[in-house]
Nanobody, 115 residues
Framework: QVQLVESGGGLVQAGGSLRLSCAAS????????MGWYRQAPGKQRELVAA???????NYADSVKGRFTISRDNAKNTVYLQMDSLKPEDTAVYFC?????????WGQGTQVTVSS
């Protein structure tokens, strides 16, 4: 079974930066697709960024140019570098791992951007 642990969330002023990390257990990380999702109160959970096992990335239009997803297979870790943060980025951010038609989710980490 896979377990995901997110870290790096917190409170930051608008225009600031945060880097989220998601560490995965197990031996299947390198062949897994990874993604970051976020959910604000009363809102649907939405895809923020994703990265395939081969390193191809895609981003939501709202974060493109500001956020960068990356992975380190040696550390079983995926990162989300968030720059130029805006108050509308405030949400709980979740890490997702997908492999063999299965998916695993982390517990989430709170990101709050103040104006």
């Amino acid at each position: 079974q896979v377990q995901l642990v997110e870290s790096g969330g917190g409170l930051v002023q608008a225009g600031g930066s945060l880097r989220l990390s998601c560490a995965a257990s197990g031996s299947i990380f390198s062949i897994s697709a990874m993604g970051w999702y976020r959910q604000a109160p009363g809102k649907q959970r939405e895809l923020v960024a994703a990265i395939t096992s081969g390193g191809r990335t895609n981003y939501a239009d709202s974060v493109k140019g500001r956020f960068t997803i990356s992975r380190d297979n040696a550390k079983n870790t995926v990162y989300l570098q968030m720059d130029s943060l805006k108050p509308e980025d405030t949400a709980v951010y979740f890490c997702r791992l997908a492999v063999f038609n299965r998916e695993y989710w982390g517990q989430g980490t709170q990101v709050t951007v103040s104006s």
